[in-house]
């Protein structure tokens, strides 16, 4: 619904001082894309920035994000404000690409900080030297852990805080040989005090730092 879209948007420029930006996808199936338009609508009601995702609606995360179509709305003579690319931006080399390529003022990252907080520095870096960052050590990753889950439990609580902070073990340990028998235990914990000893006991073992990815 681009004109209730339009409308709201107004609205909440007209009611802050603050910027407003807006994210979106590129239409909500193959026959409703009209991103070039609803850009310039909302930036003429006063928004700061557009972010735009390059997937439709009904694609949810299947298939490739159409990059293109957003340098569309950034090549648009009419749109003066920043415009930011999302979906699939998930190395610093596509970051780059983002940028350089499709001439985009920006890269929005989502599922590849899941696990990877990372990421952010490591392209920042990537696009200032043209290189690599050092992948973090054991003992970064394990304080990440023990923050994610002590905030975790501080805004869900004891139980839920456990069981959500499970799925993510895996993405923070992602390419660690030898470390199944640790995952299975983390996910498998039902309190914080063994998650925490685990993480100890992950500190104490001797991991290979040459083939962490």
């Not at 805004?155 to 895996?170: A, D, F, M, N």
């Not at 104490?204 to 962490?212: D, L, P, R, S, V």
């Amino acid at each position: 619904d681009i004109p209730l879209m339009v409308k709201l948007t107004k609205e909440m420029v007209k009611r802050t001082k603050l910027p407003v930006t807006v994210k979106t996808r590129l239409g909500w199936d193959d026959q409703s894309i009209r991103i070039v338009e609803v850009a310039e609508k909302l930036q003429d009601v006063g928004i700061s920035a557009i972010s735009i995702h390059g997937r439709t609606r009904v694609q949810m995360y299947k298939g490739d994000a159409d990059w293109n179509k957003i340098a569309e709305v950034k090549n648009n003579p009419r749109m003066k404000i920043p415009v930011f690319g999302n979906g699939d931006v998930n190395s610093p080399e596509k970051a780059k690409l983002m940028r350089d390529y499709y001439g985009l003022d920006g890269a929005m990252i989502g599922r590849a900080c899941i696990g990877n907080p990372w990421v952010f520095n490591q392209v920042k870096y990537y696009l200032k030297e043209n290189s690599y960052l050092e992948p973090p050590s054991i003992s970064e990753r394990v304080e990440a852990v023990k923050r994610h889950l002590k905030m975790s439990i501080s805004w869900k609580g004891e139980i839920l805080g456990v069981l959500e902070t499970r799925r993510h073990y895996s993405n923070y340990f992602k390419g660690i040989p030898n470390f199944k028998s640790f995952r299975t235990k983390l996910v498998t914990s039902n309190s914080s005090i063994q998650v925490f000893d685990i993480l100890e006991g992950v500190l104490e073992k001797q991991f290979n730092q040459e083939i962490f990815i």
